[in-house]
């Protein structure tokens, strides 16, 4: 676990999962998963391709609604208001307190790196443009962006673009900060500086649920790791006993797939600096 965080036991949920499933027809693709994520925990989610991952993600900010279960988020039920149905209206506001950074970026195309990040605050939570703007600037720099802060999304490398998108999930002041697969669509040699800015959050404990295939940094910084098998949680356990000495048969096939070549980022690409 980081030093610096709390232990979990002794904060408030920031995330609490009961018994959610979803399925598109046949396919059962989240059976039951229950989950509770303390503020500052943060917990990496494994498993192989198709077992449920990002659509667990998408389920906890309501980008797919569950077929059953709850999902609550800083004590506040998603998608539901007592027995009724949230409007859209109230699932934004809902959804304001949680961050999503995806495998794809989803910049918006026509904005500059700092409209990008500025959008959500201004239009959304209707705050003053130039506190947002400095706010904003001020990620740009943590992020190693200040510098390309008029280039739209074209002009940026992949892990540029990423950085970019950490910094706008950032803006909206968040209570939970969803990752799904931030470096699956970059070139291995940008995959670092992306790594480095999510290691920075990990430091100043920020509530973080990351979807990940990156197993040296998800040891580095996981609070806890969470393995999904089937769209089932299979095994939960701290980092160290999850790799070296995962308690089911699918968590050590898994992990010997990655010891034996996969994508698994080698320790010396976990950096702890970005590069511009």
Do not use: Y
């Amino acid at each position: 676990m980081n030093p610096s965080t709390p232990s979990p036991g002794l904060l408030a949920p920031a995330l609490r999962l009961s018994g959610v499933s979803k399925s598109f027809g046949a396919s059962h693709v989240l059976k039951d998963v229950s989950l509770t994520v303390a503020k500052g925990e943060i917990v990496c989610v494994l498993g192989p391709s198709g077992c449920g991952k990002s659509t667990l993600l998408r389920c906890i900010n309501w980008l797919e609604e569950p077929d059953a279960g709850t999902v609550i988020v800083s004590g506040e039920r998603m998608g539901a208001r007592g027995a009724h149905r949230m409007s859209e209206k109230e699932l934004a506001r809902a959804r304001s307190k949680i961050g999503m950074v995806f495998q794809h970026f989803a910049l918006w195309p026509h904005l500059t790196v700092l409209q990008n990040v500025m959008e959500a605050p201004v239009h959304v939570h209707k705050r003053d443009r130039s506190e947002v703007r400095r706010e904003a600037m001020e990620l740009l720099e943590r992020v190693g962006l200040e510098e390309r802060r008029d280039h739209f999304p074209s002009q940026l490398s992949g892990g540029q673009k990423q950085r970019a998108a950490i910094a706008r999930a950032l803006a909206i002041k968040p209570d939970l900060l969803l990752f799904d697969e931030p470096t699956s669509a970059l070139d291995p040699v940008l995959v670092g500086e992306v790594l480095g800015v999510m290691t920075g959050l990990a430091k100043d404990g920020i509530t973080m649920v990351i979807v990940t295939h990156e197993m040296a940094f998800a040891r580095k910084v996981a609070s806890r790791i969470v393995f999904m098998h089937d769209g089932r949680i299979a095994e939960e356990a701290a980092p160290a006993r999850f790799f070296d000495q995962p308690g089911t048969p699918e968590a050590r096939a898994f992990l010997r797939h990655f010891q034996h070549g996969a994508s698994a980022a080698p320790l010396h690409l976990v950096h702890e600096g970005v590069s511009p």
